[in-house]
Antibody
Framework: QVQLVQSGGGVVQPGRSLRLSCVAS????????MHWVRQAPGKGLEWVAVIWFDGSKKNYIDAVKGRFTISRDDSKNTLYLQMNSLRAEDTAVYHCMRYNGNLGAFDIWGQGTMVTVSS | QSVLTQPPSASGTPGQRVTISCSGSSSNIGSNTLNWYQHLPGTAPKLLIY???QRPSGVPDRFSGSKSGTSASLAISGLQSEDEADYYCAFWDGSLSAGVFGGGTKLTVL
């Protein structure tokens, strides 16, 4: 059974940094593009970032460009989201997801991790 | 504001059939395949429908998707209490290399 297990959330002051991790088990991690999405309190899902299966390309929503960095370590089956210069509006539950090219959809999701940016 | 418009809420009684709409334009729904996700708060969202109308293995056939032009719908028949959740339409915009989610619809089972 393929699983994505997340860690790294917490409470952080504005302007500080946090790194989220997402470990994949039971799957061919290196064959898939990986994504992050977030859900702010009382809001819907918002796509945040993507990294291609081979790490050759990355993209972000405008709101996090220049502050967040998505990366992957295929030797550890792990996806990361480095979040710098955090703002109150980054407060959200963050989910990692696997993109299945055959389905054209996010078929496996992490359980989510809460990030709270507050002074 | 998302480019995909969903009603904020929907409701039905057990056993009923409900539909949730997702409207867009020729540049999004009209030219991309659409997916639907079910999200119970506090849990990992789940893929319900892919490629407009295909169900992943394990998803009951009570759930069905359809698309026509610039609009799509998710139908749930034989509504059950455990269907109470948030539902999102979404697609991968290859031209922008970005994911796009609708605003979500909160389904209440009365």
């Amino acid at each position: 059974q393929v699983q994505l297990v997340q860690s790294g959330g917490g409470v952080v002051q504005p302007g500080r940094s946090l790194r989220l991790s997402c470990v994949a088990s039971g799957s061919t991690f290196s064959s898939h593009g990986m994504h992050w999405v977030r859900q702010a309190p009382g809001k819907g899902l918002e796509w945040v970032a993507v990294i291609w299966f081979d790490g050759s390309k990355k993209n972000y929503i405008d709101a996090v460009k220049g502050r967040f960095t998505i990366s992957r370590d295929d030797s550890k089956n792990t996806l990361y989201l480095q979040m710098n210069s955090l703002r109150a509006e980054d407060t959200a539950v963050y989910h990692c997801m696997r993109y299945n090219g055959n389905l054209g959809a996010f078929d496996i999701w992490g359980q989510g991790t809460m990030v709270t940016v507050s002074s | 504001q998302s480019v995909l418009t969903q009603p904020p809420s929907a409701s039905g009684t057990p056993g009923q059939r409900v539909t949730i709409s997702c409207s867009g334009s020729s540049s999004n729904i009209g030219s991309n395949t659409l997916n639907w996700y079910q999200h119970l708060p506090g849990t990992a969202p789940k893929l319900l429908i892919y490629h407009d109308n295909q169900r992943p293995s394990g998803v009951p056939d009570r759930f069905s998707g359809s698309k026509s032009g610039t609009s799509a719908s998710l139908a749930i028949s034989g509504l059950q209490s455990e269907d109470e959740a948030d539902y999102y339409c979404a697609f991968w915009d290859g031209s922008l290399s970005a994911g796009v989610f609708g605003g979500g619809t909160k389904l209440t089972v009365l």
